[in-house]
C-alpha cells in the first residue's frame, strides 16, 4: 500500500477481554516498530522487528503484552486480559533498513478498556 | 541510556511570527540522528526535518529549520512565518544504531504548538 495502515482506527473493550491489532506497513519496509502513546505522554517504545524477527523487546509492559510479524509483513500487537492502564494510542511505523531511511507512522489505534 | 527531554508542553505563536520549540538529549554515542516529528489531530505523525549528529551544518527544510548544539546535546526547532496548518504535537527523536541497518528511536514527550490568528 501506499501507506502504513493500522487496524482498527479506535477499539472499546471491556477489562479482561484480549484484543489484538494489526499493522500493514509499507511494502518492502523490513523494519517495524510498535510503540504507545498515552495522554500527555510521549512515545513509548513497545518492540521492533528486523524481517519477522523481533531482537528488542524490552518495551513489552507486561507478559500480557505480545507481538507477531509473519512473511517480514504483517504485525499483530496482541494485548491479553486488557486493563485500563493499556488505554492508549497504539502506533505502528516502518522504514526501510538503511541510513537515510525515515520512519513511517500509520494513523494509530486508539484503545480504550472500559 | 538515551533520553530525550522537551521542556515545554505547549506553545503558542501568532500567525506569521516565529517559534522555537526545545529539546536536549543525554547519550554517549558519537553517531546518531535527531528527528523532529509533527502530529496533527489526526494522528499521524509527519517527519518534519533531520539532522545527522556527524554535520555541522543545521538542517533546514523550507520554513524549518533546527540549532544543534553538539556539545550541549541540545537540539531546538525553529518555525519562521508560522501558518494555521502548522498547529500540531511536535516530538523531537533520538535514533540510534542497534543492529546492521536496524536504529532505536527514542522520543520526548511532545509540545503542543497553538496557533493564534
Known amino acids: 500500500g501506499a501507506g502504513v495502515s493500522q487496524s482498527p482506527s479506535n477499539k472499546v473493550t471491556e477489562k479482561g477481554k484480549d484484543v489484538e491489532l494489526r499493522c500493514d506497513p509499507i511494502?518492502?519496509?523490513?523494519?517495524l516498530y510498535w510503540y504507545r502513546q498515552s495522554l500527555g505522554q510521549g512515545l513509548e517504545f513497545l518492540i521492533y522487528?528486523?524481517?519477522?524477527?523481533?531482537?528488542?523487546k524490552s518495551g513489552l509492559p507486561s507478559d500480557r503484552f505480545s507481538a507477531e510479524r509473519t512473511g517480514g509483513s504483517v504485525s499483530t500487537l496482541t494485548i491479553q486480559r486488557t486493563q485500563q492502564e493499556d488505554s492508549a494510542v497504539y502506533l505502528c511505523?516502518?522504514?526501510?533498513?538503511?541510513?537515510?531511511?525515515?520512519?513511517?507512522f500509520g494513523n494509530g489505534t486508539r484503545l480504550t478498556v472500559t | 541510556a538515551q533520553t530525550v527531554t522537551q521542556s515545554q508542553p505547549e506553545m503558542s505563536v501568532q500567525e506569521a511570527e516565529t517559534v522555537t520549540l526545545s529539546c536536549t538529549y543525554d547519550?554517549?554515542?558519537?553517531?546518531?540522528?535527531l528527528f523532529w516529528y509533527k502530529q496533527p489531530p489526526s494522528r499521524q505523525m509527519i517527519l518534519v526535518i533531520r539532522?545527522?549528529?556527524?554535520?555541522?551544518q543545521n538542517a533546514t527544510e523550507n520554513r524549518f529549520s533546527v540549532n544543534f548544539q553538539k556539545a550541549a546535546k541540545s537540539f531546538s526547532l525553529k518555525i519562521s512565518d508560522s501558518q494555521l496548518g502548522d498547529a500540531a504535537m511536535y516530538f523531537c527523536?533520538?535514533?540510534?544504531?542497534?543492529?546492521?541497518?536496524?536504529?532505536?528511536?527514542?522520543f520526548g514527550t511532545g509540545t503542543r504548538l497553538k496557533v493564534l490568528a
Open positions: 522487528f528486523q524481517g519477522n524477527s523481533a531482537p528488542d
Open positions: 547519550t554517549s554515542e558519537s553517531d546518531y540522528y
Open positions: 511494502s518492502g519496509h523490513t523494519a
Open positions: 511505523a516502518s522504514s526501510l533498513v538503511g541510513n537515510n531511511s525515515p520512519l513511517h
Open positions: 539532522q545527522e549528529a556527524y554535520k555541522q
Open positions: 527523536a533520538y535514533r540510534s544504531r542497534v543492529g546492521s541497518g536496524t536504529y532505536k528511536y527514542i
